[in-house]
C-alpha cells in the first residue's frame, strides 16, 4: 500500500474517494461540512432523512457529488465525537477500509485524520491509521491452492493533515508506520505457517533473508555441535525429542555507533510445542503452531528497524527447536546442566520454553547488552491472568519496565506488570538439581519468570509473556504480529524520532 499526507480542502481532490467522519447524532465533521456546503446541502439532507446518524459501524458512500473533483464521499459513523478512544479510533479506520474494498475506488483521501482522539496527535493518528488499514487488508493465503486477488485492490491512501506545517511530521509518521507494518506482517507470516513448513532450520533460512534483504544485517546460525561446544544443556534437552534439528540464530542490526551499547531481543522459537513427553492434550494443539511467535516478532523488528536504517544496535536472538516426545526425549525427573553452569530437574517437559531461553539469556550477555527483552508465549498461566489485551511484563530492572509499558499505551500494544518478588522463588526449589522447571500450583506466569531471572543478574532485562495477545483463536484464528508495535515504540521512543503521543 501506498501512504502519503497532504493539506487540502476535501472537494479539491481528483481522486478515487474522499473520506470524512460523522459523528452521533448527525453531526457533520469539518470536512463532511465543506463537502455539504459546496454540494448545496446533500450531505445534510440525507442525514436529515436518516440515512446516516453517525453510529459506529454505519456509513454511507455518495457518487459524483456535485462541484467535487472525486467519484465518491465515503462518509463514517463515529459515535459521540466527544468520546472517541484510541479503541474506537482504530475500529472507525477499520470500518473504513471494509465498505471501501467493495466500493471500487483505488485511491483514498481520509480526513478522518480530523477527528480528535484524546491525548493523542496528527503523527499518532496517522501511524494509527496505517497500521489499522493494513491489519484489516493482512491476508494469509500463500497455502491455498487457488489464489484470489480482489476484483480492484485498494492501492493508496492520502492523509488529510490541517496546515503545511504539519506535513513534516506526518511524512516521519508514515515513514515509521510503515516500516512497522512490514515488521508486523512479517511477523504474522512466519507465525501462520504450519510446523510442518517452519521448523528451526525453515527459521534459520528466513533470518538469513534478513541479511540479503538489507544492509547493515548480519545474520549467523549455530547447529546442535556447535551449542554442545557453548555447554548450551538445556536448550540441546529440548531439542533431542525431535527429528528436527535445533538451531540458534542471531540477526545483528547494528545501524548505530560501533561503541554503543545494544538493545538484545530474545525471542522463543518452539516452532510446534506438543508437550513432549508431558503431552500437552489434542483440543487446539494446533494452535502450538504459534509457539514461535515471540521469535517472529523479534525478527519482524529487526526488519522494521533495517527497513528505517535507524541508528541504534539491535540484536535479535532465537533459540529455536520443536518440542516432541521423541525415544529419546527428555523424561520428567531428568536433570541437565544449563550454560549457567546451574542445573535443573525437568518436571515436565511442556515447561520447555524456559529451557531454551534460559541458555540463549546466558548467550546474551556476550554482547554486553544495554538492554534484553525476552518476547515467548511463556504460559497458558497468562492467558488466564490478562487475556487478550495485554501482555505479561516482569523483569529487574524499573526503568525498562516503565518505558515499556509507556510504549504499550502509546502504540496501544500494551502490557502489564506482574510481580517479580522473591517470595515466589521458593516454588522453584529442587531436592535434586540447583532449580526445578516449574513452581507449581500458583502464579505459574510469574514463576516461569522468575526462573529466567536466574540467568539474566549481569544485565538490564524485562520479560514479555505473548501467549495472550500473539496469536487469536478460533474462527479468526491468525497471528496478531504483537509485540513489534510495542517494541518498535520502545526503539523509537528511545531515540525520539516520533515525539511522545501521551
Ligand atoms: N507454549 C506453552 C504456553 C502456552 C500454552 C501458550 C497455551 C499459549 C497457550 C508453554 O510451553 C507451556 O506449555 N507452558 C506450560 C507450563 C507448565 C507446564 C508449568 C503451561 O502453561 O501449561
Ligand atoms: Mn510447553
Ligand atoms: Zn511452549
Keep these: 500500500m501506498e501512504y502519503t499526507v497532504k493539506s487540502g480542502s476535501p472537494e479539491k481532490q481528483r481522486i478515487g474517494c474522499v473520506v470524512a467522519a460523522v459523528f452521533a447524532s448527525r453531526k457533520l465533521s469539518p470536512s463532511a461540512k465543506i463537502l455539504d456546503e459546496i454540494s448545496g446541502g446533500v450531505i445534510s439532507n440525507l442525514v436529515r432523512r436518516g440515512e446516516i446518524e453517525g453510529e459506529i459501524g454505519q456509513s454511507l458512500l455518495l457518487h459524483d457529488l456535485e462541484n467535487t473533483l472525486c467519484d465518491r464521499v465515503l462518509l463514517i459513523g463515529c459515535g459521540k465525537e466527544k468520546k472517541i478512544s484510541t479503541k474506537k479510533f482504530r475500529q472507525i479506520n477499520q470500518n473504513m477500509v471494509k465498505r471501501l474494498e467493495s466500493s471500487g475506488a483505488t485511491e483514498i483521501a481520509s480526513y478522518l485524520t480530523e477527528i480528535a482522539v484524546k491525548r493523542r496527535c496528527i503523527t499518532w493518528k496517522i501511524s494509527q491509521s496505517i497500521e489499522a488499514i493494513d491489519e484489516c487488508l493482512y491476508q494469509f493465503n500463500q497455502l491455498k491452492s487457488e489464489q484470489k486477488p480482489p476484483r480492484r485492490p485498494l492501492r493508496k491512501f492520502i492523509f488529510s493533515v490541517s496546515g503545511r506545517g504539519q506535513l513534516a511530521d506526518g511524512e516521519i509518521a508514515v515513514r515509521n508506520a510503515m516500516a512497522v507494518s512490514t515488521g508486523i506482517s512479517l511477523s504474522k507470516d512466519l507465525s501462520n505457517l504450519p510446523g510442518n513448513i517452519c521448523t528451526p532450520t525453515y527459521l534459520a533460512k528466513q533470518a538469513m533473508t534478513l541479511q540479503e534483504q538489507y544492509p547493515g544485517v548480519k545474520t549467523s546460525v549455530l547447529d546442535e555441535a556447535e551449542m554442545e561446544e557453548l555447554g548450551m544443556g538445556a536448550l540441546l534437552a529440548v531439542s533431542r525429542g525431535s527429528r528436527e534439528p535445533g538451531k540458534l540464530i542471531t540477526v545483528e542490526y547494528m545501524g548505530g555507533d560501533k561503541d554503543q551499547a545494544p ?47 535507524t541508528p541504534m544496535n539491535i540484536v535479535a536472538i532465537v533459540p529455536s527447536v520443536e518440542n516432541m516426545p521423541g525415544g529419546i526425549a527428555i523424561k520428567p525427573g531428568d536433570i541437565v546442566t544449563s550454560m549457567s553452569g546451574k542445573t535443573i530437574e525437568i518436571l515436565n517437559t511442556d515447561a520447555e520454553g524456559r529451557l531454551i531461553l534460559c541458555d540463549a539469556l546466558t548467550y546474551a550477555a556476550k554482547y554486553e547488552p544495554d538492554v534484553v527483552i525476552d518476547v515467548a508465549t511463556l504460559t497458558g498461566a497468562c492467558v488466564v491472568a490478562l487475556g487478550a489485551h495485554a501482555a505479561g511484563l516482569m523483569g529487574n530492572h524499573n526503568p525498562l519496565i516503565n518505558e515499556l509499558l509507556h510504549a504499550g499505551q502509546s502504540s496501544g500494544d500494551r502490557c502489564w ?28 506466569t510469574v514463576t516461569a519468570a522468575c526462573f529466567l531471572a536466574h540467568f539474566t543478574k549481569r544485565y538490564h532485562w524485562a520479560h514479555l509473556d505473548i501467549a495472550g495477545v500473539a496469536w487469536i483463536s478460533g474462527k479468526q484464528k491468525g497471528a496478531t504480529g504483537r509485540p513489534v508495535g510495542l517494541l518498535m515504540q520502545y526503539i523509537l521512543d528511545r531515540l525520539k524520532v516520533i515525539e511522545p503521543a501521551s
Excluded at 538493545?263 to 509457539?291: C, H, N, R, W
Design 263 to 309: 538493545i538484545v531481543l530474545v525471542g522463543k522459537g518452539v516452532t510446534f510445542d506438543s508437550g513432549g513427553i508431558s503431552l500437552k492434550p489434542g483440543a487446539t494443539m494446533d494452535e502450538m503452531k504459534y509457539d514461535m511467535c515471540g521469535a517472529a516478532s523479534v525478527l519482524g523488528t529487526i526488519a522494521a528497524c533495517a527497513e528505517l536504517q
Design 417 to 444: 506488570q506482574l510481580p517479580l518478588w522473591e517470595d515466589y522463588q521458593e516454588q522453584l526449589e529442587s531436592n535434586f538439581a540447583d532449580i526445578a522447571n516449574i513452581g507449581g500450583k500458583g502464579a505459574g
